[in-house]
């Protein structure tokens, strides 16, 4: 499986980081599976920076980022998805949604989804009903927002800005990346910091402590 990485200048670092960092270390990967490949994707293969001030040189353009059933695509937040450049990943994921690919948007990446139609037939959510409906001229998928923080309608997953660790939980079961009961033990261990989680999942992972 290979991961497309959308990068896009203020890129909300943080949104991504707990998804990112567990797909490239690979520490908790099944092992039965190869460790996903994660693949940075720019609108053209000019640097970013980040919303953080951390520049990023992409991998490959839209143009060449060659899609395949099982593979997952990261829509990270940012103040720039409406400034009219990022319409060619638009229109790739347009053609991606009802395959075997997974996209998952967080944050400023469901108000482009919203704009262009994508967001009018999949339940999903955003920062904020009204305020997407504010933003979104195009919006038409109001009766399908649910006001939760991560929204799963089949292959696609959308998330609220606040939401990184819910997001990245949603999208390693959806892809299966790890085995369920190490998963289900990462989240609560950082969502309760409670370090009977650390043992479960270590244990999970084959790890014992005496």
Not at 132 to 155: H, P, T
Request: hydrophobic share 40%; net charge negative; with cysteine.
């Amino acid at each position: 499986m290979n991961v497309f990485l959308y990068v896009l200048d203020t890129l909300a670092d943080w949104e991504i980081s707990f998804l990112t960092a567990e797909i490239n270390s690979g520490r908790y990967v099944r092992r039965d599976i190869e460790k996903p490949n994660i693949i940075k994707v720019g609108n053209d293969l000019a640097k970013i920076t980040t919303m953080g001030g951390i520049e990023i040189t992409p991998d490959v353009d839209v143009d060449n980022m060659n899609l395949q059933d099982g593979d997952l695509v990261i829509l990270p937040g940012a103040h720039t998805w409406q400034n009219g450049k990022n319409q060619k990943i638009i229109d790739k994921v347009k053609e991606s949604i009802n395959k075997n690919i997974v996209v998952a948007a967080i944050c400023g990446a469901t108000f482009a989804l919203a704009d262009n139609g994508i967001l009018d037939n999949k339940k999903h959510t955003s920062n904020d009903k009204d305020f997407l409906k504010m933003i979104c001229a195009k919006y038409k998928g109001e009766n399908l927002y649910e006001d939760k923080l991560v929204v799963v309608d089949g292959n696609l997953i959308t998330a609220t800005g606040i939401a990184p660790l819910e997001f990245t939980f949603e999208v390693i079961k959806k892809t299966n990346i790890m085995e369920n009961e190490t998963v289900t033990a990462w989240y609560n261990l950082y969502k309760t910091q409670e370090p009977k989680y650390f043992f479960e999942l270590m244990k999970s992972i084959g790890q014992h402590f005496e």
